[in-house]
């Protein structure tokens, strides 16, 4: 998909430093394992500059039973962005 589009379906949730304290439906990534759900990356508009385009890998995060699906990438340098599904 040509980066001056955007894969559909998806939100953007958060945008911070690696290790930061974002949580995904009650879910902390940062301290638990990503399971990668797929090989391709989505297109995601930047949160803050929509004009931007990223590129985002989908995974899932599972802790007390509780499974949550979401996508992440590197928006600059340590700098994350966080999307989950519409």
């Known amino acids: 998909m040509p980066?001056?589009?955007f894969?559909?379906?998806w939100k953007p949730v958060h945008v911070g430093v690696e290790g930061d304290s974002?949580?995904?439906?009650?879910l902390k990534p940062w301290k638990l394992?990503?399971?990668?759900?797929?090989q391709e990356p989505i297109i995601v508009p930047h949160p803050s500059h929509h004009h931007e385009r990223h590129q985002a890998w989908?995974?899932?995060?599972?802790?007390s039973g509780k499974r949550v699906r979401?996508?992440?990438g590197e928006l600059s340098n340590g700098v994350w962005g966080f999307y989950?599904?519409?």
């Open 22 to 26: 974002v949580s995904l439906h009650g």
């Open 7 to 9: 894969t559909p379906g």
């Open 70 to 72: 979401f996508a992440a």
């Open 3 to 5: 980066l001056n589009t």
């Open 58 to 63: 989908v995974y899932e995060i599972e802790s």
């Open 84 to 86: 989950v599904p519409v």
């Open 33 to 38: 394992k990503w399971q990668s759900i797929s």
